[in-house]
């Protein structure tokens, strides 16, 4: 929340505080302060040098400081032609001491150029020669000096500035016209200079968005008095002028509604806008402006409806509001124009005739306020004649609000959350509603939004609100001892001292012996019950003790015995072994939809549907409504979206989540890995290299078991898996590996896995360009637990014997079935099988293939001798023939 100093200082002394002391004090007592500007207000010797930009102390510093001597409040009395140029004119300007001449081609000065002398002379802000302001033509906040020079014959030395030029806002399209009890001659930093404290508002802090709410925490943290508030009036009569009916409290505790009769609708005063332009918002006109005044001032949301539209919606009958659901479908349009199909989740203010706004987010285009003066219609590119628009009354009314009924409310924070994000609607309303305003200050409210409207457009308040509170909220009620300010603060206060810090914040305490009894004061809902009250409560007294002055001590306790964590420490190694074979990690968000994960099954789009997910109650985004039930979707969208890189090797460890009627999900861990693109970069001395095929996915995985430790390792056909082992989405329905080109990779008996090319009708559902894409999965528990250890051997003393053999076998033998056999019959004394050829020819038969692998012998205990080799080579070949039937090729 942006927070003017100005606006602060109605309602506490701040003499003898820096801009910097303030936002120091503020930051420390859990309200960071991310950013100050200045718009006029002195700047502190340490920032003087830099008036644009600077970081003074701890905090980003932005803005200017306004020469006292050279920017001053002025009065316009005369505006003249230029003689050169009809877009220019000619100021007859006074500044408290003196008469000037000045030049300006400000547009809102037009209306009064050539009518003389003016009954009533136009306030303005006036810069003189050497003055330093912003310039209102450049690209950003540039700073310049005024100097003389003579524009289309005429000589310029001074000007009258506009909001951008002063800093205030971006708007340069006009001057300023201040409010006509703006002193002559006064300096325009006594009259209204400023610094802007851009404040962070957490959500526990949400009483804060408001001034009064800063103010009553900066006067809490620096011992200083907060000033009344007044009654605005003291609206305490039932008013008769509506009715209200809300049909569930759980979602709307508390209505309140006020009126205000022949309101005359005009702009707010100036420094009204100005104020509210320093918060961020736009000013609109005198009623609509009252709302939003009121709402940073006091933290309640506000919403004016145009009482005779809703009388004559109402016909006959007397003006009745109430609150309740949406049906699903019913449509609203919103005061942006926009019209929402809205749903049962959504809350509506209605009259008995329909919906007029969705409550607490933004009120409806039917029932709002409206201006109907010919500038704002020319502002809006309406036509009108005599005064009167010329385009139908269904969407232009003819005439603007006359009496206004206004609206102050309190509303389930939740619901507002999810409305707001549902319908993309964030708004200052929203902002508040969805952290929790206290129903308790909604007539405040309404009553100081009253007071103004009618300060500013000469309107009368009815007599009396009407009120429906029909679900009071309870302020909780906490038992703090000095035992606990010491067990969890480490500070010793008395319970006197308790007592008096949290009184600061108007908690009403009660002291009785060591315990201070604490009751919530009745704007706070921040503040649980029990053990949760207990430690919100301390956490005021440390803000307010200062937590800065809690001393730091040294750990009494015994550090807890150090207990490893295996599961964790050896997905970490598993991390390792995969970045080493040249894998990059992603992670990605466990939330998805299923319509996303649908995207992986060949079986259709539809599919998704009969699958079930566990669903989030309340979901951040339509987009991310269900728990993953595939690790590989979440990588193949990580890969999508990072396809245009030349090569993608990726992989992600995590869980998945299986959902159980009425219990917790399982959440099994996965790995899953996905590659796409070149094998080998491009360079200078890369003319053209292949895409990643089936075997460079495998050699990775080889690489990857053999870092494990892992023996035994087989890969085969995949086999189909019985319903009732089908865990996760890729095996729900639909292939997602081609046929033919995947594999599963067993341990032992034990399947840990599966890999392969995506099958092409799964690739086509994913933007991943032409190069085939390669996956795997992994069960992490099964990979973990094929894990039995292993045994080191010493490094051999005698000699190997290399050979090479080459068998013909049929082409339906796996050349790892033959691989084992190797293995298992020349026993310990064959140290390595690799297979370097596969070949296949019409001279070795049809549906024949030739293995050719090296074999290497080797004892642990002596030299073989040729002979030896021989007898284990025989052994091999006669072990294959009986087997496999192979022959040994010549």
């Not at 020469?67 to 300007?93: F, G, S």
């Not at 679900?471 to 300010?485: A, E, H, M, N, W």
Request: net charge negative.
């Amino acid at each position: 929340m942006k927070l003017p100093l100005s606006w602060l200082k109605d309602y506490m002394d701040i003499d003898g505080l820096s801009v910097e002391d303030i936002a120091r004090t503020l930051t420390f007592g859990g309200l960071e302060v991310e950013e100050i500007r200045y718009a006029g207000w002195p700047m502190s010797a340490s920032g003087a040098k830099d008036m644009h930009s600077s970081q003074r102390h701890e905090f980003k510093t932005e803005g200017i400081a306004w020469d006292r001597e050279k920017i001053v409040v002025a009065e316009i009395r005369e505006v003249m032609p230029h003689p050169n140029a009809d877009r220019l004119t000619l100021c007859d300007l006074y500044d408290g001491t003196q008469q000037h001449t000045v030049l300006t081609g400000a547009p809102n000065l037009f209306d009064y150029k050539g009518k003389g002398k003016l009954p009533k002379p136009l306030k303005v802000a006036y810069a003189k020669e050497g003055a330093t302001i912003y310039d209102g033509h450049a690209e950003g906040l540039v700073l310049t000096m005024l100097k003389r020079a003579k524009i289309r014959g005429v000589e310029s030395y001074s000007m009258v500035c506009s909001e951008k030029e002063l800093g205030i806002s971006e708007e340069h399209e006009g001057i300023i016209f201040l409010d006509d009890d703006a002193p002559v001659g006064m300096p325009l930093a006594d009259y209204m200079g400023d610094v802007v404290l851009d404040v962070k508002i957490n959500p526990n802090m949400a009483r804060c968005a408001s001034v009064l709410g800063i103010a009553r925490e900066l006067a809490a943290l620096l011992k200083r008095d907060l000033r009344s508030l007044g009654d605005f009036g003291g609206l305490k009569a039932k008013g008769d002028f509506a009715t209200i009916e809300i049909t569930d409290p759980t979602l709307n505790p508390r209505f309140v509604l006020g009126l205000v009769r022949d309101v005359v609708i005009k702009p707010s005063p100036y420094h009204v806008q100005r104020r509210l332009k320093m918060v961020g918002v736009r000013p609109i006109n005198n009623i609509v402006d009252a709302t939003n005044y009121a709402m940073f001032e006091l933290g309640e949301p506000l919403h004016a409806f145009d009482y005779d539209v809703l009388k004559e919606r109402a016909g006959k009958k007397p003006v009745k509001i109430l609150t309740r659901v949406a049906k699903d479908g019913e449509k609203l349009t919103t005061l942006d124009g926009v019209e929402r199909t809205l749903t049962s989740m959504n809350v509506l203010v209605c009259d008995e005739k329909g919906a007029l706004s969705l409550a607490g987010v933004m009120g409806g285009a039917e029932s709002e306020v409206y201006d109907a003066s010919k500038e704002v219609l020319d502002a809006k590119g309406i036509e009108t004649k005599e005064g009167q628009p010329t385009i139908g009354k269904a969407s232009v009314r003819g005439k603007s609000t006359v009496n206004v009924l206004l609206e102050g409310a309190a509303w389930n924070f939740i619901n507002i959350r999810r409305t707001a994000r549902q319908h993309n609607l964030p708004s200052e309303a929203s902002f508040r509603f969805s952290r929790g305003v206290h129903p308790a200050i909604a007539d405040k409210g309404v009553s100081l939004g009253l007071k103004l409207m009618a300060e500013w457009s000469g309107g009368t308040v009815a007599p009396g609100l009407v009120d429906s509170y029909p679900l009071p909220p309870k302020d909780p009620t906490v038992d703090v001892t000095t035992r606990d300010v010491k067990r969890i603060l480490g500070i010793e206060l008395s319970a006197q001292q308790i007592a008096e810090l949290l009184s600061r914040v108007e908690f009403e305490c009660n002291v009785k012996g060591e315990t201070v009894t604490v009751t919530t004061p009745p704007y706070r809902m921040d503040i649980g019950e029990g053990v949760v009250g207990l430690a919100d409560v301390l956490e005021e007294v440390a803000r307010l003790y200062g937590i800065e002055n809690i001393p730091t001590t040294n750990m009494a306790d015994a550090l807890p015995p150090q207990v490893g964590n295996p599961v964790h420490e050896w997905e970490e190694r598993l991390r390792d072994l995969l970045i080493s074979v040249g894998l990059t990690e992603v992670v990605s968000y466990r939330m998805t939809s299923a319509e996303k994960e649908s995207r992986l099954l060949s079986g259709g789009s539809e599919t998704h549907q009969q699958i079930e997910y566990v669903r989030i109650a309340n979901p951040i985004t339509p987009e991310r409504n269900v728990l993953r039930r595939s690790l590989l979707a979440c990588v193949l969208e990580a890969a999508e979206k990072n396809v245009r890189a030349e090569s993608l090797a990726l992989f992600e460890i995590g869980a998945i989540f299986l959902p159980h009627k009425n219990e917790l999900p399982d959440e099994p861990r996965k790995l899953a890995l996905v590659m796409t693109g070149r094998r080998i970069a491009s360079a200078w001395d890369v003319k053209d290299s292949p895409a990643y095929d089936f075997y460079d996915m495998k050699g990775r995985i080889e690489l990857l078991l053999a870092g494990l430790q892992l023996s035994n390792v087989s890969y085969a056909p995949p086999a189909a898996l019985p319903k009732k082992h089908r865990d996760d989405v890729s095996a729900v329905e639909g292939q997602v590996y081609h046929p033919g080109k995947c594999a599963e990779i067993k341990v032992g008996d034990k399947v840990v896995g599966q890999f392969g090319e995506i099958h092409p009708l799964v690739k086509e559902r994913y933007e991943l360009g032409a190069s085939p894409v390669l996956a795997a999965e992994f069960d992490l528990a099964a990979l973990m637990s094929a894990q039995s250890g292993f045994s080191l051997t010493p490094v051999a003393e005698f000699p190997p014997v290399y050979e090479d053999i080459a068998v013909i076998v049929d082409e339906t033998v796996p050349a790892a079935r033959v691989e084992g056999l190797i293995r298992q019959t020349g026993g310990k004394t064959v140290t390595d099988v690799r297979l370097f050829d596969v070949y296949r020819d019409e001279k070795i038969g049809a549906g024949k293939k030739s293995l050719a692998y090296s074999l290497t012998y080797q004892s642990p205990d002596k030299t073989l001798t040729d002979a030896e080799a021989a007898a284990i080579r025989n052994k091999i070949v006669k072990r294959l023939e009986q087997e496999v039937k192979a022959k040994l090729r010549s």
